[in-house]
């Protein structure tokens, strides 16, 4: 199935989630006939999903009824993957009901889940830092403004707020009102223009006046792709540079 200009999705900046989760769907075909299916998530968001293509479709901006478990909502085909592209037999929905929630529950229990960013031991590190050597490019910093909320591991309360001062695929610079020492293990909440990540780090040196140097070594669970885009959006020239105003135009 060709669907001309419509193999690209639009580009977002909304937290997705793998996750492989049967729907029902209901939808007309090409000859305006009502069928039913059953498809496959690949990935999720609050409001819509990749799922496997239905066959008959009649294309982008179809509508359909979309049953997940005990949950029911109306979705727009965004998005058709292309049959010469990686996304050949995929499509996008996203959710019209302004109030219904497909993936609640299972966004819920995404919330607090995390991946691991680098690899750990001496081993791992030296074949990490190799790596950064031969792409440099792909691990530069970029200086952008943003707020960073720190909470140091084990601790409930007594979170500190700080600004962010650079970005990296692995690591960021703050500053912090309050001290911390080379060693301390922290819980981010890092937050710029309308992104918003939550990760799991280690300070690794900390200077007189309170800039933090801070290595990832979690994600939140769907956070990866959205760092991602964030640094590829701040990978243009003057962009990065600019103050939090400017920064704010990255966010489409």
């Known amino acids: ?10 580009d977002r900046s909304d ?6 989760l049967p729907i ?24 819509g999903a990749r799922v496997t293509a239905l066959p008959g479709l009649a294309g982008v ?13 109306w979705c727009r085909v965004v998005w058709v993957g292309d049959d010469s592209s990686q996304r050949r037999g995929q499509m996008g929905i996203q959710c019209i009901d302004s109030d219904a929630t497909l993936w609640k529950a299972e966004l819920r229990y995404m919330q607090e ?14 074949k990490w830092i ?40 692995f690591g960021c610079l703050v500053t912090s009102k309050d001290p911390m020492v080379a060693g ?31 290595e990832f070594r979690q994600i939140r669970k769907g956070d990866r792709q959205l760092l991602d885009h964030l640094l590829q959006k701040l990978d243009v020239p003057d962009l990065a540079t600019k103050p939090m105003a400017e920064a704010a135009r990255i966010s489409g």
């Not at 937290?15 to 492989?20: D, F, L, N, P």
């Not at 901006?61 to 909502?73: F, P, S």
């Not at 293990?185 to 990760?199: E, F, G, H, Q, T």
């Open 184 to 214: 301390t293990d922290v819980k981010l909440s890092l937050r710029v223009a309308n992104y918003d990540l939550r990760l799991k780090g280690r300070v690794l040196h900390a200077s007189g006046n309170l800039v933090l140097g801070i």
């Open 130 to 169: 190799g790596s950064l050597d031969r792409d440099r490019r792909r691990y530069r910093r970029f200086q952008v403004a943003g707020l960073v909320e720190l909470l140091r591991h084990g601790a409930d309360t007594g979170s500190l707020q700080s600004e962010l001062k650079d970005l990296s695929s």
């Open 113 to 126: 889940q995390y991946d691991p960013m680098a690899p750990e031991g001496l081993l791992g590190r030296m």
């Open 24 to 47: 029902r769907v209901t939808y007309w075909d090409k000859e305006v006939k009502p069928r039913l299916a059953t498809a496959c998530t690949y990935d999720i968001s609050p409001r």
């Open 15 to 20: 937290k997705r989630i793998h996750a492989a």
């Open 61 to 73: 901006g179809e509508i359909l009824a979309v049953e997940q478990g005990r949950n029911k909502a």
């Open 1 to 10: 199935m060709k669907q001309d200009g419509t193999d690209r999705p639009p």
